[in-house]
């Protein structure tokens, strides 16, 4: 069975919340899988409060200290508070990395560098919330043959608090950045290769014996691809960006993931 997780990103309203959670919770129970859904922070407990068993609320960011002059931040302490059990940290579009209408320029003082993200996930651990843990590379990057060793710099922080704190299980999320939500999917032959050189990697830096490491692939994904990247050795599940919220993309996915095929 693979692993999905829908990120909304800054989408949403109560209304479609209500239509989308509850549609996760129905296409779950009619394949046999659970998925989880990280929500704009206003919607968190809004989502926890549909008591929807199939459906995991995460959160999308948050900041490493507990508490302080910091406004506009959460921390992983208030995250637990509400109930939330897993969160995305290192996401391309908080790491000032983003393809779309905002100058990039202008998020440079608030991006995050793999040293925050490294702190974020240590927060995270301390209190017992999973950590997804996005890379990716920018096409530049890609085009000049650089996509392992930007991946190798983004995690090396990571695994230096994997070691440090004997962490038994590591999740990944591989999404290249010129692949997010704009329709320009990474081909299965390379998404198979980057999720496969992040296990290795990850498992080479640490003993491989003590760490179990997740990798999941997203950039475009959509039910029309879904099942060829899970089709893929080293693609354990998808982080979907803009088909969280189409039902039908949806309902294809939580199938895919199932491993069932409904006639």
Not at 182 to 206: Q, W, Y
């Amino acid at each position: 069975m693979k692993r999905v997780i829908f990120n909304w990103k800054m989408n949403g309203n109560k209304n479609l919340l209500n239509e989308m959670i509850h549609h996760y919770q129905k296409q779950g129970e009619k394949y046999g899988v659970s998925c989880s859904a990280c929500l704009p922070s206003v919607y968190l407990t809004t989502g926890m409060d549909m008591n929807c068993s199939n459906v995991h609320i995460g959160a999308q960011d948050v900041f490493w200290l507990n508490s302080g002059a910091y406004t506009g931040s959460i921390s992983a302490e208030m995250l637990k508070d509400v109930g939330v059990t897993l969160c995305l940290i290192g996401h391309s579009e908080r790491r000032g990395r983003i393809s779309g209408d905002v100058d990039p320029n202008i998020l440079e003082a608030n991006q995050d560098s793999s040293e925050t993200v490294a702190l974020k996930y240590h927060a995270l651990l301390e209190r017992s919330i999973e950590a997804i843990i996005c890379v990716g590379e920018t096409a530049e990057e890609n085009r000049s043959g650089n996509t392992e060793r930007v991946l190798e710099d983004q995690l090396a922080s990571i695994i230096e608090v994997v070691v440090n704190n004997s962490v038994s299980k590591v999740t990944v999320a591989y999404e290249p950045v010129w692949a997010i939500g704009t329709g320009n999917t990474c081909s299965v032959e390379d998404a198979e290769l980057r999720c496969a050189f992040i296990n290795h990697l990850i498992k080479e830096r640490v003993a491989k014996n003590q760490v179990q490491v997740e990798v999941l692939y997203g950039g475009s994904v959509s039910g029309s691809n879904v099942r060829e990247y899970f089709a893929q050795k080293s693609i354990d599940g998808v982080l979907v960006g803009g088909a969280s919220f189409k039902p039908e993309d949806v309902t294809v996915i939580l199938e895919a993931a199932s491993g069932c095929v409904v006639k």
